[in-house]
């Protein structure tokens, strides 16, 4: 396992390092974008490729997409690489 998939930060680290607030995520997982890791306590866990999903979905969402748009584009990615792989 790479350390970029290791699911070792919290929600706050990940606000710190994105700048995204901490609601915006769980709103992001409430829309199922993103589905971090939890510990036995419930605590969320994110690697670094999460946090890459997280700029992104931010970023897409800036530029006028909807959850449903964003949610639809990375099934059908992770479809096709799946494919090509």
């Known amino acids: 396992m790479s350390f970029m998939d290791k699911q070792v930060m919290h ?8 700048g995204i607030s901490e609601r915006r995520i769980r709103y992001y997982e ?5 589905c ?8 969320r866990k994110y690697s670094f490729r999460d946090i890459e999903k997280l700029v992104e979905i931010s970023e897409q969402m800036e530029t006028g997409w909807m959850t449903a748009e964003i949610r639809h584009s990375a099934k059908k990615h992770r479809t096709g690489s799946a494919a090509n792989g």
């Open 36 to 43: 971090p890791k939890r510990t036995m306590g419930g605590t």
């Open 11 to 18: 929600i706050g680290m990940v606000s710190e390092l994105t």
């Open 30 to 34: 409430i829309r199922k974008l993103i």
